[in-house]
């Protein structure tokens, strides 16, 4: 006897026909006929009426229908109890800013924390990758997103920013106001760019005192920190860095918070750990920073 041969008899119980069954289990109803009738000759009895309409049960079939559904019952339990003892790892997409990407790096540890079977896989792109359409599992962004079926939380309603420039030029030359620094050369982003930092420099300082013009945050930092130069960076991130030193701040580049955002449908609990993980490495990084 074939325990599988037993599962598409309770399917055609459950299911009302042969063709229900084979719709609902995505075989076809021959195949399915076939099996029930090699189980009903390895019992030695007739499962169903064959001279019926539909797929009545004959009184053997009946009684067997109940010992079926028990044991569909215990194998679907014992599926259940292996995935808990043998759960499939997942990689957790996270995409955010450089800059962010950077933060995240040297928190790999924290963010793994009491989550068990999750691989982090950190992408930094400016772009917004498609949540609804599985580019990414998290989004760490700095507005709330308005569209798509997406949850997001505030993990940080104080991202602060200042100007920093490299320790071996500006080391204990703190600026008392903004006009105090429109004399030293400024790095920043290419000319036009809408990146809020790069607007803020703009509008403040001048395009007139932009030296280095870099199109990747990474390659901001480092130049600021290598050359003698100014630029906003997030004090997160900059705070942490020793070849940088904050000469003023904070300034108001228009971004305040920071979202974790999430597809509603994901409730995965591994997810969600590192959520909380995230939330709490903010939190903590808020009240270490400069």
Excluded at 40 to 47: A, Y
Excluded at 52 to 74: F, Q
Excluded at 115 to 130: E, Q
Excluded at 192 to 213: K, L
Aim: glycine fraction near 8%; hydrophobic fraction near 40%.
């Amino acid at each position: 006897m074939d325990w599988r041969d037993i599962r598409w008899f309770h399917e055609v119980v459950v299911h009302g026909s042969f063709s229900g069954a084979a719709r609902a289990t995505g075989t076809t109803q021959a195949t399915i006929s076939r099996r029930i009738k090699a189980l009903e000759d390895s019992l030695g009895v007739d499962l169903f009426r064959r001279d019926h309409a539909g797929s009545a049960l004959t009184e053997a079939g009946e009684r067997l229908a109940v010992s079926a559904r028990a044991m569909n019952e215990s194998f679907a339990e014992f599926v259940r109890e292996h995935r808990g003892l043998v759960r499939e790892r997942r990689t957790l997409v996270i995409t955010c800013g450089a800059l962010i990407g950077l933060h995240l790096g040297r928190h790999l540890a924290q963010l793994q924390h009491g989550v068990d079977g999750v691989d982090i896989d950190i992408k930094t792109t400016n772009d917004f990758l498609d949540l609804g359409k599985g580019e990414a599992d998290l989004a760490l962004r700095n507005r709330r997103p308005t569209k798509g079926q997406l949850v997001a939380k505030r993990i940080s309603s104080d991202a602060g920013w200042s100007v920093y420039g490299a320790r071996a030029h500006y080391q204990g030359r703190g600026f008392a106001s903004v006009d105090a620094m429109k004399a030293e050369p400024w790095a920043s982003y290419p000319a036009h760019s809408q990146v809020p930092t790069a607007r803020w420099v703009r509008q403040n300082v001048g395009d007139e005192r932009v030296q280095f013009r870099l199109n990747s945050s990474p390659l901001l930092m480092q130049v600021v920190g290598q050359n003698r130069a100014l630029a906003v960076l997030p004090d997160l991130v900059a705070g942490a860095v020793a070849d940088l030193v904050r000469v003023f701040g904070p300034v108001d580049v228009g971004i305040s918070e920071m979202f974790v955002v999430r597809r509603e449908s994901d409730t995965d609990e591994r997810l969600l750990a590192v959520i909380r993980n995230l939330e709490g490495l903010f939190s903590q990084s808020v009240r270490e920073r400069p």
